[in-house]
């Protein structure tokens, strides 16, 4: 099919063009980006008013499949992606059962090409089953596309074995996503360790038990060589450290959540189980910090942590609820609206760090960007549309948001993923 899409401010963080113009689309390729293109083209689209930017890759997004099916699929997490403009996911690994072979790898991503509307890079656990005792089959994943491999939901706590793991990592040429959490200093922790968690009689979980892991990834990376992108940065000092590493060169990136870089422990007025992530919402000069990593660039990619839930997981007391919000539908409002409406990052930036950078670090070389040659991953964006966020709308089976009926900007209008129309007008187009 021919796209061509007229009269949007194309936004390309690899060529960096900024300007008004038109983008043809053939088949699976954008085979033009020019101004006033003059041809025939089965469908027309008016993009005035809108961003054209790359689709959006998310480097970290629980699908729940296969096992957790109850939760998310492959279906639905992929409608839910395209609603939210992402045409590629990295798809977490803690599932049922864990991803920690090359066999299961590739079943995940033939069923994906099937299943879902999105592109999904299933990513490999370190260990086998994610149990820090043994590595994972990291040579078979490799072969199978996992591109990273990322033990999510806990860290490696054994570092000797992790090291190893890098060690495999970088002689197959993956990447390393580390969530940063020592579980020996947790102690039963739900939300940030602060005056609020004593107000509502909740344990808190301290900076410190992020910040030691962070410091001790970049330093096995130092050591290995291995590249690391550190999953949900949320405190001051994962950002300051982040910055270092990149200052003395290492192959280090970072990635931070919605959630983190607009709510602190302030917007907690309840004992609410939607407001309980991990890492959990931390103080405002946290924010702040993260703020403003982003805006200097030490911070290199937006992801939103996905973590659909079924309601009775979540609406429950923090002591109880699981951890992990929604973010895939909500994640380019919020951005264009906290960060970009706010000055704080250019529509080019947003597009980098939600597209450009993530396909870097992943090292996909023909996607994260709108220009001649590539995939066609192209989002239409509407950065005037006003509206209130919804649990009730979403195509995730996951409602849990802290972010319902919260005013936000920006509104995807259509998400073209390997040039297909897949979500247009509010509707998605199988
Ligand atoms: N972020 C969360 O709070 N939860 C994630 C796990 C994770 O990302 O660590 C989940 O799998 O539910
Ligand atoms: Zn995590
Ligand atoms: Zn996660």
Redesign the pocket.
């Known amino acids: 099919m021919t796209i061509l899409i007229k009269e949007g401010r194309v936004l390309d963080p690899e060529t960096k063009r900024d300007e008004i113009c038109d983008v043809l689309i053939d088949g699976d390729r954008i085979t033009r980006v020019d101004s006033g293109i003059e041809t025939e083209a089965e469908r027309i689209i008016d993009a005035k008013g809108c961003y054209v930017m790359p689709g959006f890759i998310d480097l970290h997004v629980?699908l729940r499949d296969p096992g957790l099916e109850y939760k998310e699929t492959l279906t639905t997490g992929g409608r839910a992606a395209v609603k939210g403009g992402v045409t590629t996911v990295c798809a977490?690994p803690?599932t049922k059962p864990v991803i920690d072979n090359g066999v299961k790898v590739k079943e995940v991503m033939e069923r994906a090409k099937r299943e879902s509307l999105t592109n999904v890079i299933q990513l490999g656990a370190v260990t086998v089953g994610q149990e820090g005792k043994e590595l994972a089959d990291i040579r078979g994943m490799a072969k199978n596309g996992c591109h990273a491999i990322s033990e999510?939901?806990k860290s490696v706590m054994n570092a000797s074995l992790y090291r190893k793991g890098m060690n495999l990592a970088k002689e197959e040429g993956l990447a390393v996503f580390a969530?940063c959490e020592d579980i020996t200093m947790v102690e039963g922790g739900v939300m940030n360790a602060d005056k609020k968690a004593e107000k509502l009689g909740l344990k808190g979980i301290t900076n410190a038990v992020e910040d030691v892991i962070v410091a001790r990834d970049i330093l096995l990376a130092k050591e290995t060589g291995v590249r690391l992108h550190l999953c949900?940065c949320s405190t001051k000092d994962s950002i300051k450290m982040l910055g270092l590493a990149k200052e003395e060169g290492l192959d280090v990136t970072g990635e931070v959540c919605p959630h983190h870089f607009i709510l602190s422990t302030d917007d907690i007025t309840k004992d609410d189980g939607n407001y309980k992530?991990?890492p959990p919402l931390r103080s405002k000069e946290d924010v702040e910090a993260i703020k403003e990593g982003l805006r200097n660039g030490t911070v290199d990619v937006i992801a939103t942590?996905h973590?659909p839930h079924a309601e009775a997981e979540k609406n429950r007391s923090m002591k109880l609820a699981?951890?992990?919000i929604v973010g895939l539908e909500t994640s380019a409002a919020l951005t264009y609206t906290e960060l970009v409406e706010t000055g704080i990052i250019t529509p080019m930036q947003m597009a980098e760090k939600m597209s450009w950078n993530p396909a870097k670090i992943l090292g996909l070389h023909d996607r994260g960007s709108v220009s001649e040659g590539k995939i066609a991953d192209v989002v239409i964006f509407d950065p005037e549309k006003e509206y209130t966020i919804d649990k009730n709308t979403f195509l995730s089976k996951g409602k849990n948001t802290p972010f319902h009926g919260r005013k936000v900007k920006g509104e995807v209008v259509c998400t073209i993923a390997g040039g297909r129309i897949v979500y247009e007008g509010g509707k998605i187009i199988d």
């Open positions: 629980h977490m803690n999510d939901g969530h949900h992530m991990n942590d973590a699981a951890f992990g």
